[in-house]
């Protein structure tokens, strides 16, 4: 009888056989793959209970769909960016530790590597923030940047002075800055 090692198979192969409900195939994906995901996760978070319940979800979110799963990259890729909008979603509803923040102000974010699905993921949350601004203030930012209009331009369209407009960009800049910041930096880290 031939037996066989889960070692001796490819990712892709052993995807094959995890959607057959091979246990074992699936094991050995964690195996070769949780400690990467758990030093990504917390190279940005630096909070091992946090990064640890991310890969935590991650699998067993993993095993769940292994019937419907359609990875078109490599599964590394695959659990990778699933680790990524883990720790995206944890920042976004607040649920980081404060020491997280405090690193934050060290990072330069200039570096920021502009990728397809990272400037998806930061037009989304530059669209999400923006409907949460004061409607006057978000008509101001809008005209300003959809529009390219100039202060000026914008202060005629609305009947308000440029002073206020000034005032409206600043005030929407600020409330922008800090989220836009952390995504920046959790985009360059994993």
């Known amino acids: 009888m031939l037996t066989y090692s889960a070692t001796d198979y490819t990712d892709d192969k052993l995807l094959e056989m995890m959607a057959a409900d091979d246990r074992m195939a699936f094991d050995e994906l964690y195996n070769r793959h949780w400690k990467s995901l758990f030093n990504s996760a917390y190279r940005t978070l630096k909070d091992r209970e946090d990064s640890l319940d991310i890969c935590q979800v991650v699998f067993l979110w993993f095993w769940e769909h292994r019937k419907t799963l359609k990875i078109k990259t490599s599964v590394q890729a695959y659990l990778w960016t699933a680790v990524k909008y883990k720790i995206a979603n944890l920042i976004r509803n607040g649920k980081v530790k404060a020491s997280f923040f405090e690193e934050l102000k060290k990072v330069d974010v200039s570096v920021f590597v502009e990728k397809d699905l990272e400037i998806k993921e930061l037009k989304l ?30 202060a005629l369209k609305l009947g308000i002075s440029e002073k206020t407009v000034d005032d409206h ?22």
Request: glycine fraction near 4%; charged fraction near 25%.
């Open 125 to 154: 949350l530059i669209g999400q923030l923006t409907e949460q601004l004061p409607e006057k203030c978000k008509a101001v930012f809008k005209l300003s940047r959809d529009e390219q209009l100039s202060h000026r331009q914008i």
């Open 169 to 190: 960009i600043t005030r929407a800049l600020k409330k922008l800055r800090g989220p836009l910041n952390r995504l920046a930096v959790l985009l360059m880290m994993i």
